[in-house]
């Protein structure tokens, strides 16, 4: 029996096989879940994907910035299972010109889609599925570290940081239903979304150096796991916190 038997679990931001949302996916299923997914945009593509995993789940459409998606999502939802026991966020999205060390020069409506699609979308996300989750539930989200200022990540770095904060806002506040809402920040892997940031690869190169446990780029198993135990039961006391799967990098000085 997996840690996930008969649980109810929907997953956002699957795009490719190397997505870590795609791998929180099948460990799901081979841990018990049965899994959703919403895609945006390439949904022929997420449905193609869909197919990879251990077995074929639902795909639903899922902007997050669309009040109209986000409103008839439980409806949506509930066509395939009858409640939610976890959520993955694992959305995010900056313009070009919000990257690549051009933070200060970086207009606001680029800044404000960084923000809404990457930070708010967390609390927009979970508040659709809430009814759902009549039985309390796990919320985990897919963070990158944002207590420092890195190389050209620029605006989407902020927007992380807005991340964090409204998953403790939202632990705060849900937790008297029982609802947890953690955070896990892996460090930089290769995925489609990675490789689209300017410089990407100067900053996963440098990561193994600094990592005492070294870092593989190309695996992103590590961090699908410390999700799929933030969904599970094992963490049952457990909300606001940010478990980093970086292979140490956020504990080294220089």
């Known amino acids: 029996m997996g840690i996930l038997e008969g649980k109810r679990i929907l ?12 791998h929180v996916a099948r460990l799901c299923q081979e841990q018990g879940a049965t899994v959703v997914l ?10 193609r994907i869909a197919k990879r995993l251990p077995g074929e789940p639902p795909v639903l459409e899922l902007d997050v910035t669309d009040e ?63 009814p759902l989750m009549k039985d309390g539930g796990s919320v985990v989200a897919m963070d990158f570290d944002a207590t420092v200022a890195y190389p050209v990540y620029d605006w989407m770095g902020v927007a992380k940081a807005g ?64 999700v799929v135990a933030l969904l599970s039961d094992w963490f049952p006391a457990t909300t606001g916190e940010l478990v980093h799967v970086d292979g140490g990098f956020h504990a080294m000085g220089a």
């Open 38 to 47: 919403t895609g945006y945009g390439r949904l022929s593509l997420v449905e």
């Open 68 to 130: 109209g998606h986000l409103d008839s999502l439980a409806d949506r939802i509930r066509e395939h299972v009858d409640g939610i026991d976890g959520v993955v966020h694992s959305i995010g999205f900056t313009p070009q010109e919000a990257l690549g060390g051009n933070f200060l020069n970086t207009k606001w409506e680029d800044v404000a889609t960084a923000l809404h699609t990457s930070a708010y979308s967390l609390k927009s996300l979970t508040m659709a599925v809430l």
């Open 163 to 226: 991340l964090e904060s409204t998953a403790r806002y939202l632990a705060r506040y849900l937790g008297e239903q029982q609802v947890r809402v953690n955070l896990v920040s892996a460090g930089p892997l290769s995925t489609m979304a990675a490789r689209s940031i300017p410089g990407f690869s100067d900053l996963a190169e440098s990561w193994p150096q600094r990592a005492p446990l070294g870092w593989d780029v190309s695996n992103p198993e590590p961090a699908a796991r410390a």
């Open 11 to 22: 997953v956002t931001g699957v795009i490719t096989d190397s997505s870590i949302a795609f």
